[in-house]
């Protein structure tokens, strides 16, 4: 069996039609820089792109006459792999951060986590709580809901509770959305 080598940058392929791909019997032609031709017969458009050393590139055939392009091939394929990742880039999604209780955890241990709690919500990330009982501690269900209860109290300016704490197994989960916009 041969196996294909994986590359972290591989190349997509963005197909676009052009040239004599292009068959519609009237297109609304613009030039390089996105400046109105006029309508024309694609064969038409296509000997002025031919004139100009250029190519003739489709950019929507959805449009009542289609829209096509008078520019180089390759530069209109890196324009518009460079607009995908910008957009990629922009639509960042909102993380979800989990952060880990006990029940019976010293007061300096819940003030660390409650901090980072707030950090999280003030950055605009979700944060999961979990809160872990051990060996016979499960006994004490009442503490911790208690420790969920302070911590909604003292984040309830910057989070708001969309899921509620709920008992699975030996664990309390809960989750925190954040208020208003991200830093």
């Known amino acids: 069996m041969i196996r294909k080598k994986y590359s972290k940058n591989k190349n ?4 676009v039609k052009a040239n004599h791909q292009i068959r519609f ?10 400046e109105s031709l006029g309508e ?8 002025k792109a031919m004139e100009q050393g250029s190519d003739l590139v489709l950019i929507t055939e959805k449009a009542d006459p289609p829209v096509v392009k008078i520019i180089e091939l390759s530069k209109f394929k890196y324009q518009l792999k460079k607009k995908n990742s910008d957009t990629r880039k922009k639509s960042k999604t909102a993380e979800l951060k989990e952060l880990r209780f006990t029940p019976f955890m010293g007061e300096a241990d819940f003030e660390v986590r409650n901090r980072k709690v707030k950090e999280f919500l003030e950055k605009g990330n979700k944060v999961k709580l979990t809160l872990t009982f051990k060996g016979r501690q499960i006994v004490r269900k009442d503490l911790g809901f208690e420790v969920f209860e302070r911590i909604f109290q003292s984040n309830a300016d910057l989070g708001k509770v969309s899921l509620p704490p709920k008992l699975i197994g030996k664990k309390i989960q809960a989750q925190l959305d954040p208020i208003g916009k991200k830093k």
């Open 25 to 34: 019997p009237v297109v609304r032609v613009l030039n390089e820089y996105g």
């Open 40 to 47: 024309m017969s694609s064969n038409e458009a296509l000997e």
């Open 12 to 15: 997509e392929q963005i197909y």
